[in-house]
């Protein structure tokens, strides 16, 4: 008999800390900060608390994107948030984004510090807020904001359901990859179906949409995230690929990518973004040696 079929719910679930899988030791049921712990506040108006998951990589994406567009206003500090090691459910972490999850964000800009949590919420309020990524004309916006929010609601099924049983669970189950894959192969699909008639999400005017659809279907796509494209049949997703190819190409969308990465190739590890002369100075393949 396989595990699976050896569970009976309890009359009332309770929480079992062992239970296993990858992310099993900071995964509760509760809210709420365990322990004390302030977050530090850099010079520019924007902080960013954050980690290189396909989550926190839409917004340095975003940033990025502001900064080579000759928005000075974006300049940000970006702080390493390590979820491993249960930083999210630090007070000062708690105070930004109740839901201890990132990225989050306080802009220091506005007469009080506007904290701004969830990445799609992140994305539009920098979008607004520089008027930049976003179209102005109402109908080309509420199509950006459509695949933005289409994003928002589809990831969970890629992340929290695809990715944890076919990566992270503790032991391989039939029953929810195969109903996780094949979602997740409609989602390809619908993105395949668009992409073959536009060069963007959202037409030809590259926006917020495609920064939050890229680190996770375009990364999925290339083999990034699960590596799982082979299992996905990625290739045959082929305008989903040309899109993929076209932003990786992005020199903002690169430098995004590096912004919190803790993993890979350590020259493409900046941990943490202070200035713009990080990505030349202050990257792990500099700094470890040093260390
Ligand atoms: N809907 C949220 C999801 C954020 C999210 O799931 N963040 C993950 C990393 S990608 C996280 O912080 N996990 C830590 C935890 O669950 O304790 C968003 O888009 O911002």
Not at 43 to 51: A, I, T
Not at 207 to 216: V, Y
Not at 229 to 256: C, K, M, S
Request: one cysteine or more.
């Amino acid at each position: 008999m396989s595990q699976q079929d050896e569970y009976t719910p309890p009359k009332v679930w309770k929480w079992i800390k062992e239970s296993g899988g990858t992310f099993a030791n900071i995964n509760r049921p509760i809210a709420g900060p365990t322990h004390d712990k302030e977050l530090p506040v850099g010079k520019h108006p924007l902080q960013l608390y954050s980690l290189a998951t396909p989550n926190g990589v839409k917004v340095t994406v975003m940033l990025e994107e502001l900064l080579a567009a000759g928005i000075a206003g974006a300049e940000y500090d970006a702080w390493l948030i390590q979820i491993g090691d249960g930083d999210q459910f630090g007070s000062g972490f708690v105070s930004v984004n109740p839901n201890s999850k990132i990225p989050a964000l306080m802009d220091h800009s506005t007469p009080t510090p506007t904290r701004v949590f969830e990445s799609g919420a992140i994305l539009l309020y920098l979008a607004d807020k520089f008027k930049a990524f976003i179209p102005a004309d109402p109908a080309k916006r509420a199509e950006c904001l459509s695949w933005l929010f289409w994003q928002m609601g589809s990831a969970p099924y890629l992340g929290g359901g695809f990715g944890h049983f076919y990566k992270y669970a503790p032991y391989r189950m039939q029953y929810p990859i195969d109903r996780f894959t094949m979602e997740v192969k409609r989602q390809l699909d619908v993105l395949n179906q668009h992409l073959a008639d536009n060069q963007f999400m959202s037409g030809d005017e590259y926006t917020i949409a495609d920064m939050a659809i890229w680190p996770w279907y375009g990364q999925l796509a290339a083999g990034k995230v699960y590596d799982a494209a082979e299992f996905l049949d990625a290739a045959t997703y082929t305008h989903v690929n040309r899109w993929t190819r076209e932003i990786a190409a992005r020199e903002p969308v690169q430098r995004g990518r590096m912004v919190n990465r803790t993993s890979g190739e350590l020259h493409e590890q900046l941990h943490e973004r202070h200035d713009a002369s990080d990505f030349e100075n202050r990257t792990q393949d500099k700094l470890e040696p040093a260390e």
